[in-house]
Structure formats: C-alpha cells, structure tokens
C-alpha cells in the first residue's frame, strides 16, 4: 500500500476514536492531551513497523539462493525514535555455513545493533552540542531511553568513521593524486590554523593532563550581514593528530569545498606555532603562499610584558608592529626593558625573539584573516572544555572530527551494516568460505603464508638470497632487460 492521502485519512480515522476517549477523560487539558497523543501515537507506529519488518523477513526467506536454509528465528528490540521497536527475524545457512540475516542486509542494518541508525544519528548530533546523559535524555522525550554510555559509543564510533573517511581522501590526493570532488572554484583560499587544549582523563601525575586539538578553517572570502562578518563556503578540520597526519587530512578537507587545481593564492593565518607554518608545505607548489601572524596573539603577548600602570608602553610597540615594522618594534621593547618600562626577564625576552622570528608574517599585506583562538572556542572549547568535562585523547579527537564535519555541513559517516563487521567475524566467514572451496575439490587452496592466501603459482622467495630474487624478478618481466 502507498503512502497517499487517501491511506492517511484512513489511518487518522481509526486513531481518532482513542484520541477522542483521552480527550473526554475528566480533567483533561490540551497539555495532557497532547501528550497522552504522542505516547500512544509511537506506540502504534512502533508495533506497525514491527509488523512490517516480519512481514518483509518472511518475504525474503520464502525465496532464499540455493544453498541457503533457515537455521532459527530470534527476538530483537532496537531503540528507535519512536521508543523501543521488538520485533522476530530468521538466521539462514548458506552454503559455506555462514551466518546471513536477510532482514538486516536489506535494510543495511549493522551488526549486533542495539540502537537504530535514524536514532544514532539524533544520539550523534545531539552529544556533539550538549552532554551525553542531556542527548539520552533528549532521545527519551520521545523516543527509548538509552545511557549516557550508549551515547558516548555513538560519537566514538562516528568519529572513528570519519578518521578512517579523512586517511582515505588523504591518501587518494597524496598518494594516488587524485583530486576530490569540489564545489567551489575560487582563485583565493583564505586558511586559518591554531590549536587549543582539552583536558584529559586520569589523576594528577599519571600523564599528560591536556591535549592539543589541532584545527582549521579555510573559506574563499568575508561578507557582512546583519551587523556580523561571516566566512563564506567555509569548512572546518580538526582532531588530535601528529601535524603530517593533521595537515594530509586537513588539505584533502579542504578540496571537497574548494578546487585545488583553480586556487592561485593562499593566505595562512597562524599564531606563529611551528606545526601552524607548516600548512604551506601540503598545498600544490604551484599555489603562491603568504603567511599572516594572528593580530590577536601578537597584542597577547606584547601586553604580557607591561604591568597594568605601564600598558601604555605597549600601546606605543603595537603601533610600530601594526605599521609592519617587526624588528622596530623589537628594539623599543629591548629599550623599555632595559629602561624598567616592560618587565624585566624571561618572558620580555621570549617576546622580542618571538617578534623577530616571525617578522616576515606580522602586519603582512593580504586580507584580514580573523582570529581563530575564538573559532576554537566557538566550536570546541564550548563543547569540550566546559567544567566537568575531560577526555581520553581518542574520545576527544573523535568529538572534534563530528563537530568540525558538521560545522562543515559535511556528512557525518553513517555506520552501515559491512562497516560494523568485526575482524573477527570477517576472518571467520573468510576461513569458512576457502574451506568449503577447498573440500569441494574443484581447486586446492594454499595454505595461508607469510601475509595471505597465495596461488598456486606463485611463491615467496623472501629470505633467498638477491641471485634468486634476480631471477625471480627476470622471470616476472618486472626487471626490464636491454639489448
């Protein structure tokens, strides 16, 4: 039957009868008679859904392949949207003896689910924006009541999803040079980068007590609106990673928004941090580059060196680095050193090496980048470093990936049922597939060596000696021979 107006109004019909009844209950307001609706309303599509998952399993196990048999029939309860969905399913042999569940590969339901996709999804954008128990809780309004553990495994596991997307998009632009799909062609690639720290899970003294998660955004242009100055076609990278692996992930990020092969310039905003910098050496050599020192670090730090009664003496240097004249203004704060203006020790000095060490990108010509200790804040900080909150390094890489794909209007990767395989469950199904080959006798399977299944016509000649793998090469064509 389809889903028209007229199946609709049928289906209303025979509702309106009960809703009617709670309506005329004693004391009834509209408040209580909306939600007694709601609950009875989920209550009906939940059991109408579940008859319809039994009817589409009985369906695909009455034509089954050859081979393939009913082995048993189980119960299954998953937490939906709609509250707790139980419903019968059948397991069926094939004829290698794996498990297949028709009903779960047809809907591409994953392995051992306990909680629906639609449902993992809501669990996964909530727990990005609010706690894990305040996301269950939200879920229970009206749908099942899951913990805050469940909701946790949900962001672990989207985020680990989305490592493994951002490796392989990486490996295919830097590896294979392929480039991404874009959506945007634009001469001008405007990429701020900064980090910000996290803290972590564990006592005092067991370990590190934060981590540093690295971020980025990269936009084409600003535009003003409604009194604010937002990023245009902007997209978001972060995570905890070495800064190889940050900027791999980050740049192929980069080019599913913006063409790679049209951008002329980049302008990189950075706070002067070495893994910052860095980001020039990732893009194409062709693209031109020119660093920009974040004003807002540069202003930190040039303040650290007055007291509150001397601040006007930075004032005077800001002027001088806002003119672009870096290394003046390094010579005044060695002058207001020496003379007791700024403070005296080690901090002064770590400013002046600092303002001469990046004189090449502070106050340079280009656009005006922003400051991204905000964005960081904005985007992580508020979700991450709020009090009580505290991570492992991997919980809060992964919370960073949701959030900096979302922010990015970037699909999050949805966990399908191939996906959820086990490697356990993957190598066992293998093992059963080669067994049954190799009884079948049609074919002799080689016995696993060194690193997988190899054919019968080949070998390994590692541990020979170079005359024999030579040869061995000769032989292959793989060695090309002249003459």
């Known amino acids: 039957m389809n889903d028209t107006a007229k199946t609709r109004s049928e289906a209303a019909r025979l509702l309106a009868p009960i809703f009617f009844g709670v309506l005329c209950e004693e004391g009834a307001d509209f408040e209580s008679f909306e939600g007694r609706a709601v609950s009875i309303g989920r209550a009906v599509i939940a059991q109408a859904m579940s008859i319809d998952i039994e009817r589409l399993d009985a369906g695909l196990c009455a034509d089954l392949p050859d081979g393939c048999s009913v082995h048993d029939r189980r119960e299954k309860t998953l937490a939906t949207e709609v509250g707790d969905l139980s419903f019968a399913y059948r397991r069926v042999r094939d004829r290698f003896g794996n498990t297949v569940i028709p009903c779960a590969d047809a809907l591409d339901l994953p392995w051992n689910a306990r909680v629906s996709p639609a449902a993992r999804s809501f669990l996964v954008e909530a727990g990005a924006c609010v706690s894990y128990q305040k996301a269950a809780n939200l879920l229970a309004r009206n749908g099942s009541r899951v913990s805050a553990t469940t909701v946790m495994n949900a962001l672990r596991r989207a985020g680990e999803l989305c490592a493994e997307d951002d490796a392989a998009l990486a490996e295919e632009l830097f590896a294979n040079g392929v480039v991404p799909d874009a959506e945007v062609e634009s001469a001008q690639l405007l990429v701020e980068a900064d980090g910000t720290w996290i803290r972590l899970q564990g006592a005092p003294g067991s370990g590190p007590e934060r981590v540093e998660i690295k971020a980025l955004v990269a936009y084409g242009s600003k535009e003003r609106g409604g009194g604010k100055t937002r990023r245009v076609d902007a997209v978001h990278h972060g995570c905890v990673a070495s800064p190889g692996e940050f900027w791999t992930q980050g740049v192929a990020a980069i080019g599913t928004r913006f063409d790679l092969s ?61 003119d672009g004249e870096a290394e003046e203004a390094a010579c005044l704060l060695e002058a207001m050193r020496d003379l007791g203006v700024a403070r005296p020790g080690k901090r002064t000095d770590q400013v002046i090496a600092y303002l001469r060490n990046n004189a090449g990108v502070i106050a340079a010509e280009g656009p005006s980048l922003g400051t991204m200790e905000s964005e960081n804040q904005h985007l992580y900080g508020a979700r991450m470093d709020s009090v009580p909150c505290a ?78 793998r030579y040869a061995a090469g000769l032989d292959s064509g793989m060695i090309a021979m002249q003459g």
Do not use: Q
């Open 391 to 468: 991570w492992s390094a991997a919980g809060a890489s992964a919370m960073a990936r949701v959030i900096s794909r979302r922010s990015s209007r970037r699909e999050v990767p949805r966990l399908t049922r191939a996906r959820s395989v086990t490697r356990r469950r993957a190598r066992r199904s293998e093992g059963r597939i080669l067994a049954s080959l190799e009884a079948g006798g049609a074919s002799k399977v080689v016995k696993s060596v060194g690193s997988g299944y190899l054919p019968p016509h080949r070998a390994s000649v590692t541990g020979l000696s170079a005359e024999v």
């Open 262 to 322: 049209k951008v002329e310039v980049c302008h990189l905003g950075t706070d002067g941090e070495g893994w910052c910098k860095r980001g020039v050496d990732f893009l194409p050599s062709r693209i031109g580059t020119a660093g920009h020192l974040d004003p807002f670090h540069v202003s930190r730090c040039v303040l650290s060196c007055f007291d509150r009664d001397a601040a006007r003496g930075a004032w005077h240097v800001m002027d001088v680095v806002n």
